[in-house]
């Protein structure tokens, strides 16, 4: 960069100091950021001045856009990930107050279920062995408090604003009535259901799971066939038109989970499969005939050591319905049955029925009138009374019942396999599906699944993908398990009837009774009721139901709790909130985001949000995973105190977040990097707007200098590019692109404004003017002009991601109204673009000459290495273009030496072009240039050599047209 000087003769010369006719930058915003030290300042500022508060009241009367703070879990520091979903959630608030919204922030926190339970039976032990419930319950809410302090700390040091002081805790006495209050409507609506269903069982929790709550990982297991003989073989080979004489007729079942024989009931078949008659080895000197399905004849004889399979008969399996199979190991007989969920692409083409153990089990046991038999406890032990295995644990008697089948010759083959198998999320052991009395949302009797997939539509997902990801979890999801057994939680505060276990007619009525008590007394209110004092003489007549609802039910209902009962961003009056977004991880399209769609539906039938979306996982520069145990974890504590929030704000949104983020301490460093040079044009452009009053000094913009026409037009399209990111604004109908919320992209452009448009041309190319010419003048103030308007746009399009230092520029901005950034809007600027213009000739004209520009710095940098030159301004530049463009650029011409910021430029006629002269193109326009040292003297004013250098006796040392800054009535310049 040309950095205009203020030297002087040393001494013993004649000479004058012009060091106060120079107008130097100026400013109090400093080159380093030190954000770590700074960002706290900013922070005990925007906490003195109760500035969010102030926000609310400025924005009171707009319309609202509200983004729902899906909560945290209250357990642990806070790790990246919780860092870039605040940060993003953080970024649409903020945009959306500059959008022109009322865009209000209540964190929350999810405070109920297991995790809590366990850090709490850790100190104090489990319930009932050495505390009781109340007092472990008042434990857990003690610890959740002090996971939330620390969290909220965390959170806020990131920058982000909200009514944290009065954040929404589901474990708050109104959040937990409100809780009852709306299990009351699901209720009302008839979508709840209480069955004995079979559901994904933890042992270690000791309660159902719902789907949200596992995860899929690989697991070892036995993978067995086991003969199941029919019961009259002769009678089935009969059928089959075989003469089978006295051989066994079997039916082989495969499986990977033996522990589950003992509830067989059944062996279910697809009626349309072709199954086939093969001989199998003998068994105890008796021929053994089994019957497979035809497709997979050669991996059963495979397995069961068949060398070559002969088909004796096929038969379809409609055909075999009703025939009875003796069990494998017990007295008992089970059917034949059909079902659609039998498959032929491994196994047998027959399945082991349980349907005390699977759901589609117990789906077709259901149709078949079959008994639903769980012989497992909750803690994953086999009861008392079941025959051979009591006492085991299903694990451990996978073997037990291998070496029992084995014994009695019905295992056919076994083999140990790895596979994709449930496991609990926080245990990350395997599951079980395991069949018990639970209380369900279900998803078709009052037509849940069919209005959720309606209103999913009405939704504007983000990935587009997230719609179709959704759908299909909602298409194929089974009823929701809401009922969890467990003491840290809102209970289903139902009364059931002792003997026909169906809920109190008036549940509704009673829900809403028991939420008054829970709002003064908390949950600890349902244990201690009385019933009398509810149900009154027929209080003997029913129990208690003290299951606890699943904490995804907490999360999922806070739209009902939060959205639609906190003053600042509920939608009162009717349609004033015309936005509502979501916005977590993508595994929340089964969790949070599923949860809450089905309450909502259950409720209103229509989704709880209009915008949903989704980012993806924090991994490192190698894409694994963040581990303690690979020493990869990033911790956003750290980066906070050594780099300062800002850098991590803007390594969330220079990142592509729908999919993995990676994150280093080497791609935190290249952050900072782009920082320091987004804060350093900012510092220049701030210090050249010293004594620039916007009231006073703007210049009409078609009065303003080309090049500052073209400046300020760069500005606008960021502008528009930062506007369609940060989406809709108020006033507008709501609409989307390509551009919307993609914040990398953003990033990427003010990076390329603030370095090419703003470093590598404008800056570099005004600093004569704006240095050297006189305080007031028109040209000057033009590019001043300019310079406010692309410093009033990088300063919005920076707040909602680097939050601390766009405040720290607007605290140094001229002319502010308020005291932060955030009480600004984009609509403010409208007027500063207004009656912009620049024609297509001059577009063209500024594109050729910047061809040009590009051609000589090359052919200047090429001369310095030589050492044939110094800087650019001992660079005099010869233009041999042709006829039409000489005439198109001679009214420029005199101005072109700052354009070109060299000491001179003259134009002359292509042919007059020396041998050695270098080819370009402007466009589709030839043109040479030829680089020459000047042999002029230097002005110690502007640093130009010109040849006018000392033709004035009282200014020896200065060029003529710093005399005329200095002494005369002001330089004119029209172009640049």
């Not at 029913?542 to 999922?556: H, N, P």
Request: hydrophobic residues 40%.
């Amino acid at each position: 960069m040309h950095v205009v000087s203020t030297e002087t003769k040393d001494a013993g010369q004649q000479g004058r100091d012009y060091k106060q006719t120079i107008h130097l930058p100026e400013t109090s915003f400093p080159m380093r950021g030190d954000l770590p030290s700074r960002e706290p300042l900013t922070l005990a500022r925007w906490q003195d001045s109760d500035m969010y508060a102030r926000l609310q009241q400025h924005t009171a009367n707009r319309p609202r856009f509200v983004l729902h703070d899906g909560p945290p879990y209250a357990n642990g520091q806070i790790h990246i990930g919780h860092a870039v979903n605040k940060t993003l959630k953080d970024i649409v608030v903020k945009s959306k107050l500059l959008g022109g919204f009322s865009s209000d922030y209540v964190p929350g926190w999810d405070c109920h279920g297991l995790p809590i339970e366990l850090a709490v039976e850790k100190d104090i032990g489990k319930v009932g062995q050495k505390v009781d419930a109340r007092t472990f319950r008042a434990k857990c809410r003690e610890y959740a408090a002090e996971q939330i302090d620390g969290q909220r700390n965390d959170f806020k040091r990131l920058g982000v604003i909200g009514v944290w002081d009065q954040p929404y805790r589901t474990m708050d006495f109104s959040f937990e009535a409100e809780m009852l209050r709306t299990l009351a409507r699901i209720v009302e609506n008839g979508h709840l259901a209480r069955g004995v269903k079979p559901v994904h069982w933890c042992f270690d929790c000791g309660s159902a799971l719902a789907e949200a709550e596992i995860e899929y990982a690989d697991k070892s297991s036995p993978a067995i066939d086991v003969a199941f003989d029919f019961v009259d073989g002769a009678a089935v080979a009969k059928l089959l038109d075989v003469d089978a004489g006295n051989a066994i007729v079997s039916l082989p079942i495969w499986t990977t989970t033996p522990w589950t024989l003992p509830a067989n009931l059944a062996v279910t078949l697809h009626a349309e499969f072709d199954y086939a008659l093969i001989e199998a080895l003998p068994r105890d000197g008796r021929r053994v005939l089994v019957i497979v399905a035809e497709s997979l004849v050669a991996d059963v004889a495979r397995r069961y050591g068949i060398e070559s399979p002969t088909v004796l008969a096929r038969v379809k399996g409609a055909a075999l319905e009703g025939q009875l199979l003796q069990h494998c190991f017990y007295q008992r007989q089970v059917p034949v049955i059909l079902g659609d969920h039998v498959t032929a692409d491994s196994g047998t083409g027959a399945v082991h029925t349980a349907p005390g153990h699977g759901q589609e089990d117990f789906v077709v046991g259901q149709k078949y009138g079959l008994d639903v038999l769980n012989p497992v406890g909750s803690n994953g032990v086999f009861v008392a009374d079941t025959e051979l295995v009591a006492g085991q644990h299903v694990w451990k008697a996978n073997d037990s019942i291998i070496q029992l089948l084995r014994e009695r010759g019905v295992l056919l083959a076994f083999e140990k396999i790895t596979h994709s198998y449930p496991h609990c999320w926080r245990h990350k052991t395997p599951v079980a599906f395991r069949t018990t009395p639970q209380w369900f949302i279900s998803m078709d009797q009052a037509n849940l699944r069919a209005d959720a997939l309606a209103a999913i539509k009405q939704v504007h997902w983000m990935p587009e993908w997230g719609e179709e990801r959704i759908s299909l979890m909602v298409r194929n999801r089974p009823d929701w398990c809401i009922s969890r057994q467990r003491t840290w939680g809102v209970p289903i505060a139902i009364f059931i009837d002792r003997v026909k276990g169906q809920p109190h007619p008036r549940s509704v009525e009673l829900l809403r009774a028991v939420a008054e008590h829970v709002e003064r007394e908390g949950v600890d209110a349902w244990y201690e009721l009385d019933a009398r004092t509810l149900l009154g003489d027929e209080a003997d007549q029913y129990e208690k139901v003290t299951d606890i609802l699943d904490v995804w039910f907490d999360s999922g209902v806070s739209h009902a709790c939060v959205l639609n009962r906190r003053a600042e961003i509920n939608d009162v009056p009717a349609g004033r909130r015309v936005g509502t977004m979501y916005l977590e991880g993508s595994d929340q399209h089964r969790g949070w985001f599923q949860s809450s769609l089905m309450t909502s539906v259950a409720l209103d039938r229509r989704a709880p949000f209009t915008e949903v979306i989704t980012h993806g996982f924090t991994v490192d520069a190698q894409g694994r995973k963040m581990s303690k145990s690979v020493g990869n974890v990033v911790a956003p504590q750290k980066v906070v105190s050594t780099l300062g929030a800002d850098i991590l704000r803007l390594w969330t949104a220079a990142t592509d977040y729908h999919n993995e983020m990676s994150v280093s301490d080497e791609i935190l460093k290249r952050v900072a990097d782009t920082y320091r040079r987004l804060r350093n044009t900012a510092r220049f452009l701030l210090g050249n707007l010293s004594g620039f009053d916007p009231q006073r000094d703007l210049v009409p913009r078609a009065e303003m200098l080309l090049l500052d026409r073209w400046a300020m037009r760069q500005s606008e399209r960021l502008m528009q590019l930062a506007r369609r990111v940060y989406g809709f604004e108020a006033g507008a109908a709501p609409s989307y692109s390509a551009d919307s919320y993609a914040y990398a992209a953003l990033v990427q452009e003010l990076m390329r404004f603030c370095t090419v448009d703003m470093g590598a041309a404008y800056l570099d190319m005004t600093k004569d003017r704006l240095y050297t010419l006189q305080e007031q003048s028109l040209a000057r103030r033009s590019a001043q002009t300019a310079m406010y308007a692309a410093l009033e746009v990088v300063v919005r399009a920076l707040a909602p991601i680097t939050s601390f230092t766009s405040e720290e520029i607007w605290a140094a901005m001229p002319a502010r109204g308020h005291d932060s950034v955030f009480f600004s809007t984009w609509s403010d600027l409208d007027g500063l673009f207004a009656g912009l213009r620049l024609s297509k000739e001059e577009d063209a004209l500024l594109a050729d000459l910047g061809e040009m520009r590009s051609l000589t710095q090359k052919r200047i940098e090429e001369l310095r290495n030589e050492g044939k030159l110094g800087g650019s301004l001992e660079a005099e530049v010869a233009l041999y273009l042709d006829t039409p463009t000489h005439a198109r650029l001679a009214p420029v011409a005199n101005e072109l030496r700052f354009y070109f910021i060299t000491s001179d430029v003259r134009l002359a006629d292509s042919a007059a072009a020396p041998a050695d002269a270098v080819s370009g193109n402007a466009g589709a326009l030839g043109f040479k240039l030829s680089v020459a040292a000047t042999a002029h003297s230097k002005c110690v004013r502007c640093w130009q050599y010109r040849p006018d250098v000392g033709a004035h006796a009282a200014h020896p040392e200065l060029c003529g047209r710093c005399i005329e800054n200095v002494d005369g009535a002001g330089e004119h310049r029209a172009s640049f």
